[in-house]
């Protein structure tokens, strides 16, 4: 794996420690310990992926995350903490990809910026396979061990948007706005049910689930097969 | 005529007001026996010109003001006199109290029976003034509490004017109110104020002293359901002050556990990709990632164990568990001690030492961490490679050391909140590391030692000055 990688974090000694685990796992490394300096460097000397903390000396990681959008697709990965969910879920509305909570162990940190750089490339697949889970996003066809669902318009909606961003964490308020469209960002038990219903008509054994994730207090996201 | 004599018995009449009234015959008597004496003169100076009879009206002079100003008994007093100084001067046969005719006896009738109905109606009048008086008084005392308490004054302190004022509305003397249901001591007499069941206080006097009832049957429950108020909004106000005081509490741990939180995870973050990198196979480290890692393992264990001590010296702070070891210390040896706790970055420091400085007397070990977390301060908080200076000033009574740095130095606001724990100056945005609690410590630790801590206005920067208490004589000499 290569390519070149911005990290965000205003504490030297994390900036150290990832700069040495990236350059070790093949990555060029590139740092900044600002909002402002983060910014810079991405327009600079656009990268493939960022690695951002959400508390910064001069703003909110959110807000880096925010005006990137604006114009770069660049995969972004957030280094939240525990107890700041809201935070965290903000980042990922505003257009974070991942997150990573502190402390966090390199294996992980490391699988996680694979899956963003590999989403990145694989983008437009039309045929996406988890397990025994097939989806054909232009047959609007699902099977399971090779025999065929029936899901409903929003059922399928809703796995085509997870299929789509494979790996991915989307948030409540993003996979709503996606299949039910805006106005339905706070109702969240839609969605409930419906990932519940999927998961029925899906999962080997529902209560179990190893298609359709559940990130507790941020979103769900469809098994990405490389981090198993 | 009318004389001294006859006062006791009028005074006896009154168990009330009984000084009062005494008072009032000293000047009464002499004055009815004066009035009777002028009238008589004024009757006998126009005696040649005037019919006798028509003359004795004169006498309703002297009964009339009698009446008004000391009261029915000296009027009727006064209108006896005044028939008899008549009969006996001017009605035939004079010098003698035999009436040769009964239209005389008319006319003395009509006298007395004028004072009488004067004075009383006087009396009345006068009764009545007395009555609006003392509800004035009442209304006006149940104002000025109303108002005075309303304004939320100490209950505990009020208590002592508000027997003043009752005591003054009730004519009592030594009357004083406690709150809640209390027992009279011996020689007292309790007057409970109640809102219905509910005691509410007790007015204490003297149990010799006269009560007015129908004055006390209606103040007393007036007052009673205005202190009523007062002590439930007392309560009240002592119950949010002590939800206040919670929530404050609630605060600091809750700013208390985000900070540790924060202070803890930070290094353990570093330390735990460090590790993980190291452990991994298949990276591929070079010599200086691998150094580098190792670094950052040693260099945040260290702050973790930093930051554990603050946190643990802040708690025996808190408890005030800190119990110094006050030794004689040259100034210099504290300082450079402080200096090399401080590490690399204390080479920006500029030491300003004074020969003759006085040794102080403090714990070293305690001061030490004070210099040490003013020096990291300073050094933190201003721009890199800017120097730190360290000055010391030698006083009669105490030893001065300022650290002066070229940060963006305190907004007023910020100079005295800067030492309460997890407070950092809002200019610190380039540079909020460390604990947050260094200079809570600092302060507790110099306020152990009897020394102050605080911050002084400088357009330079931050500027702390640390005082220390020097020994009271020289020592070696």
């Given at each position: 794996?290569?390519?070149?990688?911005?990290?965000?974090?205003?504490e030297?000694?994390?900036?150290?420690?990832?700069?040495?685990?990236?350059r070790?796992?093949?990555?060029?490394?590139d740092?900044?310990?600002?909002?402002?300096?983060?910014?810079?460097?991405?327009?600079?000397?656009?990268?493939?992926?960022?690695?951002?903390?959400?508390?910064?000396p001069d703003?909110?990681?959110?807000?880096?995350c925010?005006?990137?959008?604006?114009?770069?697709?660049?995969?972004?990965?957030?280094?939240?903490?525990?107890?700041?969910?809201?935070?965290?879920?903000?980042?990922?509305?505003?257009g974070?990809?991942?997150?990573v909570?502190?402390?966090?162990?390199?294996?992980?940190?490391?699988?996680?910026l694979?899956?963003?750089?590999?989403?990145?490339?694989?983008?437009g697949e039309?045929v996406?396979?988890?397990g025994?889970?097939?989806?054909?996003?232009?047959k609007?066809?699902v099977s399971?061990?090779?025999r065929p669902?029936?899901?409903?318009?929003?059922?399928?909606g809703?796995l085509?948007?997870?299929?789509?961003n494979?790996?991915?964490l989307?948030?409540?308020a993003m996979l709503?706005r996606?299949?039910?469209?805006r106005?339905?960002?706070?109702?969240?038990?839609?969605?409930?049910?419906?990932?519940?219903?999927?998961?029925?008509?899906l999962?080997?054994?529902?209560a179990?689930?190893?298609?359709?994730l559940?990130?507790?207090?941020a979103?769900?996201?469809?098994?990405?097969?490389?981090r198993? | 005529?009318?004389?001294?004599?006859d006062?006791p018995?009028?005074a006896a009449?009154s168990?009330?007001f009984p000084v009062?009234?005494?008072?009032d015959?000293?000047v009464g008597?002499?004055?009815?026996?004066?009035?009777?004496?002028l009238?008589t003169?004024?009757?006998?100076?126009?005696?040649?010109?005037?019919?006798?009879?028509?003359?004795?009206?004169?006498?309703?002079f002297?009964?009339?003001?009698?009446?008004?100003?000391f009261?029915?008994?000296?009027?009727?007093?006064?209108?006896v006199a005044?028939m008899?100084?008549f009969?006996w001067?001017?009605?035939?046969?004079?010098h003698?109290?035999?009436?040769?005719?009964?239209?005389?006896?008319?006319?003395?009738?009509?006298?007395?029976?004028?004072?009488v109905?004067?004075?009383?109606?006087?009396?009345?009048a006068?009764?009545r003034?007395?009555?609006?008086?003392?509800?004035?008084?009442?209304a006006?005392?149940?104002?000025?509490?109303?108002?005075?308490l309303?304004r939320?004054v100490?209950?505990?302190?009020?208590?002592v004017?508000?027997?003043?004022?009752?005591?003054?509305?009730?004519?009592?003397d030594?009357?004083?109110l406690?709150?809640?249901?209390?027992?009279?001591?011996?020689?007292?007499?309790?007057?409970?104020?109640?809102?219905g069941?509910?005691?509410?206080?007790?007015?204490?006097a003297?149990?010799?002293?006269?009560?007015?009832?129908g004055v006390?049957r209606?103040?007393?429950?007036?007052?009673?359901?205005?202190l009523?108020?007062?002590v439930?909004?007392?309560?009240?106000?002592?119950?949010?002050?002590?939800a206040?005081?919670?929530?404050?509490?609630?605060?600091?741990?809750t700013?208390?556990?985000?900070?540790?939180?924060?202070?803890l995870?930070?290094?353990?973050?570093?330390?735990?990709?460090?590790?993980?990198?190291?452990?991994?196979?298949?990276?591929?480290?070079g010599?200086?990632?691998?150094?580098?890692?190792?670094?950052?393992?040693?260099?945040?264990?260290a702050?973790?164990?930093?930051?554990?001590g603050?946190?643990?010296?802040l708690?025996?702070?808190?408890?005030?568990?800190?119990d110094p070891?006050r030794?004689?210390?040259?100034?210099?040896e504290?300082?450079?001690?402080?200096?090399?706790?401080?590490?690399?970055?204390g080479?920006?420091?500029i030491?300003?030492?004074?020969?003759?400085a006085?040794p102080?007397?403090v714990?070293?070990?305690q001061?030490e961490?004070?210099?040490a977390?003013l020096?990291?301060?300073a050094?933190?908080?201003?721009?890199?490679?800017?120097?730190?200076?360290?000055?010391?000033?030698p006083?009669?009574?105490e030893?001065?050391?300022?650290?002066?740095?070229?940060?963006?130095?305190?907004t007023?606001a910020?100079r005295?909140?800067?030492?309460?724990?997890f407070?950092r100056?809002?200019?610190?945005?380039?540079?909020?590391?460390?604990?947050?609690?260094?200079?809570?410590?600092?302060?507790g630790?110099?306020?152990?030692?009897?020394g102050?801590?605080?911050?002084q206005?400088?357009?330079?920067?931050?500027?702390?000055?640390?005082?220390?208490?020097?020994?009271?004589?020289?020592?070696?000499?």
């Amino acid at each position: 794996m290569s390519g070149r990688i911005l990290v965000v974090d205003d504490e030297p000694q994390i900036l150290r420690a990832l700069r040495a685990s990236l350059r070790g796992a093949g990555y060029e490394v590139d740092t900044a310990e600002t909002a402002e300096g983060a910014l810079t460097a991405l327009a600079v000397n656009p990268p493939d992926a960022v690695i951002l903390d959400l508390v910064l000396p001069d703003g909110r990681g959110t807000d880096v995350c925010r005006e990137l959008r604006t114009w770069s697709r660049v995969p972004v990965i957030v280094l939240s903490v525990v107890g700041d969910e809201d935070e965290k879920v903000a980042a990922l509305d505003a257009g974070a990809d991942d997150y990573v909570t502190k402390p966090f162990g390199i294996d992980e940190l490391l699988a996680r910026l694979r899956a963003a750089l590999r989403r990145g490339e694989g983008a437009g697949e039309s045929v996406v396979e988890v397990g025994e889970l097939r989806v054909d996003l232009e047959k609007r066809a699902v099977s399971v061990a090779g025999r065929p669902v029936q899901l409903t318009p929003h059922e399928f909606g809703l796995l085509r948007v997870l299929a789509r961003n494979r790996g991915k964490l989307l948030t409540h308020a993003m996979l709503l706005r996606e299949v039910w469209g805006r106005g339905y960002d706070g109702e969240s038990h839609y969605l409930h049910v419906y990932v519940s219903q999927l998961r029925r008509k899906l999962e080997p054994d529902p209560a179990r689930p190893r298609y359709i994730l559940t990130e507790p207090g941020a979103g769900y996201r469809l098994h990405d097969a490389e981090r198993s | 005529m009318a004389g001294a004599d006859d006062a006791p018995r009028l005074a006896a009449g009154s168990t009330v007001f009984p000084v009062r009234i005494r008072a009032d015959l000293l000047v009464g008597v002499p004055a009815a026996a004066g009035a009777v004496v002028l009238v008589t003169a004024a009757v006998d100076v126009l005696d040649p010109h005037v019919p006798i009879l028509s003359l004795g009206a004169l006498y309703v002079f002297a009964v009339l003001p009698v009446a008004l100003f000391f009261g029915t008994g000296l009027a009727v007093l006064v209108s006896v006199a005044s028939m008899l100084a008549f009969n006996w001067f001017f009605l035939p046969p004079r010098h003698t109290f035999h009436l040769r005719e009964s239209g005389n006896w008319l006319a003395l009738t009509v006298y007395l029976g004028t004072a009488v109905v004067v004075s009383a109606l006087a009396a009345r009048a006068r009764r009545r003034r007395q009555d609006a008086e003392q509800r004035r008084a009442e209304a006006h005392a149940l104002a000025e509490t109303a108002s005075d308490l309303l304004r939320g004054v100490d209950l505990e302190q009020e208590a002592v004017r508000l027997a003043e004022l009752a005591g003054g509305v009730l004519h009592l003397d030594a009357a004083r109110l406690e709150f809640g249901e209390v027992a009279p001591a011996p020689g007292e007499r309790a007057l409970p104020l109640a809102v219905g069941l509910r005691p509410v206080a007790t007015l204490l006097a003297d149990e010799r002293a006269e009560l007015d009832e129908g004055v006390a049957r209606r103040f007393l429950p007036a007052l009673a359901a205005l202190l009523a108020v007062v002590v439930d909004r007392s309560a009240l106000e002592s119950e949010a002050l002590e939800a206040e005081a919670l929530r404050r509490s609630d605060a600091l741990k809750t700013a208390l556990l985000r900070a540790v939180s924060h202070d803890l995870r930070s290094p353990l973050t570093a330390i735990l990709a460090a590790a993980g990198a190291l452990a991994n196979p298949d990276l591929r480290l070079g010599p200086d990632d691998r150094e580098a890692l190792v670094g950052a393992i040693r260099e945040e264990a260290a702050r973790l164990d930093r930051v554990v001590g603050d946190l643990l010296d802040l708690s025996r702070l808190e408890a005030g568990a800190v119990d110094p070891h006050r030794e004689l210390w040259p100034a210099d040896e504290l300082v450079a001690r402080a200096l090399e706790s401080v590490g690399d970055e204390g080479g920006r420091v500029i030491v300003e030492l004074d020969e003759g400085a006085p040794p102080v007397l403090v714990d070293a070990a305690q001061i030490e961490r004070v210099l040490a977390n003013l020096i990291g301060n300073a050094l933190a908080f201003s721009p890199p490679r800017s120097p730190v200076v360290v000055r010391v000033e030698p006083g009669t009574t105490e030893l001065r050391v300022h650290v002066v740095d070229r940060g963006p130095g305190l907004t007023p606001a910020e100079r005295e909140a800067i030492f309460r724990p997890f407070r950092r100056g809002t200019a610190a945005a380039g540079a909020p590391r460390g604990s947050g609690v260094g200079l809570a410590i600092a302060r507790g630790f110099t306020e152990a030692n009897g020394g102050e801590l605080w911050t002084q206005e400088d357009v330079a920067g931050g500027h702390f000055v640390l005082a220390l208490p020097v020994a009271a004589r020289p020592v070696g000499v």
